[in-house]
């Protein structure tokens, strides 16, 4: 029965990418500080267009300053018509899971 499945663990290595609805969510935090990002990617106005690639018509390149640094975080991605991830990279900082991000976001508030 599909209910007693057990719920497998995301392999961030291959897709850092959560979709959510019509857009894909992104978790990771800096390496010099360890400040955690959240951040939401709309597919209709977040992607560029890539007419130059067109088995990777898709791209992102995204830049993030955190509050407690002033360290760049850059987010690059290609991805398939279909919003598949062909390739991706952050650089200063590393992707996080969800699980990890809401864990810390909760430690937080306390």
Known sequence: MWFFRRKKVKNLSVDPFYRQGNSLVVYFKCSRCGEYFRSHLRMGYDFINDYDNPSSPYRID???????????????????????????????GEFVSKEEYEQHTKEAEK
């Open 62 to 92: 995204k830049i993030y300053v955190g509050s407690k640094c002033p360290n760049k975080l850059h987010l690059t991605a290609a991805f398939s018509s279909s919003y598949k991830v062909r390739t991706f990279s952050l650089e200063g």
